[in-house]
């Protein structure tokens, strides 16, 4: 089988849906709710840089560049 791209509805299904039992529509909701937050505001993407995907995420700063020469 080849390499199957991955999906938000792919991932969610993999990585949530079909491990979890949901007892109720509100765990499902809050567990959903949840997984995308973490999706989108931690969890690192290899197609953009490996940083996450929504603006205004905290990362750690690139190291300042330190003029030589300069007093």
Do not use: Q, W
Request: include cysteine.
């Amino acid at each position: 089988m080849g390499k199957r791209r991955a999906s938000f509805n792919g991932k969610l299904r993999d990585e949530l849906l079909d491990r979890e039992v949901f007892y109720t529509l509100l765990e499902a909701r809050v567990l959903t709710e949840r997984y995308e937050r973490t999706c989108n505001r931690i969890r690192p993407h290899n197609s953009l840089g490996y940083r996450p995907p929504m603006p205004g995420v905290l990362l750690p700063a690139d190291p300042v560049p330190v003029p030589v020469g300069l007093t």
